[in-house]
């Protein structure tokens, strides 16, 4: 099981950025597809961007161009670049691991971090 403890959240004005991280424990984080998803009072937990083992990065519609996701295995850490930010963004995020094991997986995710976007 991995464990994930999410940090750098807070409060910025529209425009501004912020940088998330998701610092995981355990022996197996660099063979799981990590993930940042967020959620916003009254709404469901939804997608915002994904990135696998190998690198390879994919993004929700609503954040591409302004949101990179990316890890360093070494420090068994994924974070989550978030420029050009806007009041909609505001959520508690929330990171994620997904990681293959054998015939199974596993399913993993942090307490989240709260991102307020306002002025």
């Known amino acids: 099981q991995v464990q994930l403890v999410e940090s750098g959240g807070g409060l910025v004005q529209p425009g501004g950025s912020l940088r998330l991280s998701c610092a995981a424990s355990?022996?197996?984080?660099?063979?799981?597809?990590m993930g940042w998803y967020r959620q916003a009072p009254g709404k469901e937990r939804e997608l915002v961007a994904t990135?696998?083992?190998?690198?390879?990065?994919n993004a929700a519609n609503s954040v591409k161009g302004r949101f990179t996701i990316s890890r360093d295995n070494a420090k068994n850490t994924v974070y989550l670049q978030m420029n050009s930010l806007k009041p909609e963004d505001s959520a508690v995020y929330y990171c994620?691991?997904?990681?293959?094991?054998?015939?199974?997986?596993?399913?993993?995710w942090g307490q989240g971090t709260q991102v307020t976007v306002s002025s």
């Open positions: 994620k691991a997904v990681c293959g094991i054998g015939a199974g997986l596993t399913v993993s």
């Open positions: 355990g022996s197996i984080f660099s063979i799981c597809t």
């Open positions: 990135i696998t083992s190998g690198g390879d990065t």
